[in-house]
Structures are given as structure tokens and as C-alpha cells.
T-cell receptor
Framework: DAKTTQPPSMDCAEGRAANLPCNHSTISGNEYVYWYRQIHSQGPQYIIHGLKNNETNEMASLIITEDRKSSTLILPHATLRDTAVYYCIVRGTTSGTYKYIFGTGTRLKVLA | ETGVTQSPTHLIKTRGQQVTLRCSSQSGHNTVSWYQQALGQGPQFIFQYYREEENGRGNFPPRFSGLQFPNYSSELNVNALELDDSALYLC??????????????FGPGTRLLVL
């Protein structure tokens, strides 16, 4: 199963873009990269996912490098409510089971 | 809101007891996964249910068991509770429809404390 590596913590000024990096150097060619966030021990919230191309939705943008060994989640205009733990996940498949392998994530603190 | 609900929200048990946690899937979803999240850690995969059968298991002992019902809701049962079982238990539902893309949506979790 592919693993991910993220910095343990980051700070970002309110209104600025937050760029959260993730390394997944052992990713397989058909494995998706997923991003979730977890606010204060609530259930993880889905943000975005991608395979090869860059993706954008109403919450964020996902930039995946051409070799797919790393990606960056971009929150374009961070607000205080974006303070959370952000998880980058490469979904592993074992005998047909699509399971998520979580790391310890990046604790993002948005500063006023 | 994801439409995934879990009950109860909090639970206190003593060591050696048994506990049942419940999860209702998001409408239209047919797959349920369970995760355990210890304090300060990321969620750890326990097992997954698809078509009422266990469809993959993480590194958890057999005293962790589950069920999925015809309406796709699910239960997680833990026997012989240990202190280390204290954690947030998360349920996630998804739609398996062929292909490799399957996004999981998480419920709010059940916080279990074992004394």
C-alpha cells in the first residue's frame, strides 16, 4: 500500500492561499490521491481527489506532479474555519477492498 | 452534512464488556467501512462491508466484528473491551459501482471510553 508523507503542521494568514504538500512516491499508476480534513475530532470531510490531472472544486484545487509522486492541496483564500488537520490519502486496494490509509496529516492553523 | 449517521455519539464502558456501534449509510450507498481513531492519530481501517459481507480487514483482532444489513446500515461489535479500545470510531459509506473511483463519506463518529 502506498504511503503518504506530510509536514506535521503549517500556519497560514487569513485571506492568503494555503498550500499543503504531500509526498506519495510509491503510488501506483491507477491509484487516486484523496484529500480530507478533520475539524476538532469530527468525522473527516471530503475535499477533493485526482488521478493525473489537476482538479478544482468549490473548496480547493489539487495539483499533482507529472510523475505523480507528490501533490499539493491549495485553499485559495484561507479562513479561520479552515483550521483543521488535513489528510492526504492514497487509496490502497487489497483483494478488491478500497481502503484508505491515513497518516498523521498536517495540522493547518489559519491566523487572523 | 454527509448523510451518514452514527449512534450513539458517546459511550462509556468498562474493561471486559461488549459494545455495539451503529451506522446508517448515505442514501444510495452500498458499502460501509469502519475506522478507529486514537487520540492524536489518523484513522485506522478496521474492515469494510459490501453486499452484507466483510470485504477486507485491517490489522484488528477477531473480537472486532461487524454486520451489514439489507438496507446497507451497519454495526460494529467489539467484545472483551480493553482500555486501548478507547477511541473515536468512524463509519464511512460509499457507492461501489465498478471502476476504481470510490469516494468515502464519513459520519460524525462515536467516541468510546473504556474504563
Amino acid at each position: 500500500d502506498a504511503k503518504t508523507t506530510q509536514p506535521p503542521s503549517m500556519d497560514c494568514a487569513e485571506g492568503r492561499a494555503a498550500n499543503l504538500p504531500c509526498n506519495h512516491s510509491t503510488i501506483s499508476g491507477n491509484e487516486y490521491v484523496y484529500w480530507y480534513r478533520q475539524i476538532h475530532s469530527q468525522g473527516p470531510q471530503y475535499i477533493i481527489h485526482g488521478l493525473k490531472n489537476n482538479e478544482t472544486n468549490e473548496m480547493a484545487s489539487l495539483i499533482i506532479t507529472e510523475d505523480r509522486k507528490s501533490s499539493t492541496l491549495i485553499l485559495p483564500h484561507a479562513t479561520l474555519r479552515d483550521t483543521a488537520v488535513y489528510y492526504c490519502i492514497v487509496r490502497g486496494t487489497t483483494s478488491g477492498t478500497y481502503k484508505y490509509i491515513f497518516g498523521t496529516g498536517t495540522r493547518l492553523k489559519v491566523l487572523a | 452534512e454527509t448523510g451518514v449517521t452514527q449512534s450513539p455519539t458517546h459511550l462509556i464502558k468498562t474493561r471486559g464488556q461488549q459494545v455495539t456501534l451503529r451506522c446508517s449509510s448515505q442514501s444510495g450507498h452500498n458499502t460501509v467501512s469502519w475506522y478507529q481513531q486514537a487520540l492524536g492519530q489518523g484513522p485506522q481501517f478496521i474492515f469494510q462491508y459490501y453486499r452484507e459481507e466483510e470485504n477486507g480487514r485491517g490489522n484488528f483482532p477477531p473480537r472486532f466484528s461487524g454486520l451489514q444489513f439489507p438496507n446497507y446500515s451497519s454495526e460494529l461489535n467489539v467484545n472483551a473491551l480493553e482500555l486501548d479500545d478507547s477511541a473515536l470510531y468512524l463509519c464511512a459509506s460509499s457507492l461501489r459501482a465498478g471502476g476504481r473511483k470510490e469516494t468515502q463519506y464519513f459520519g460524525p463518529g462515536t467516541r468510546l471510553l473504556v474504563l
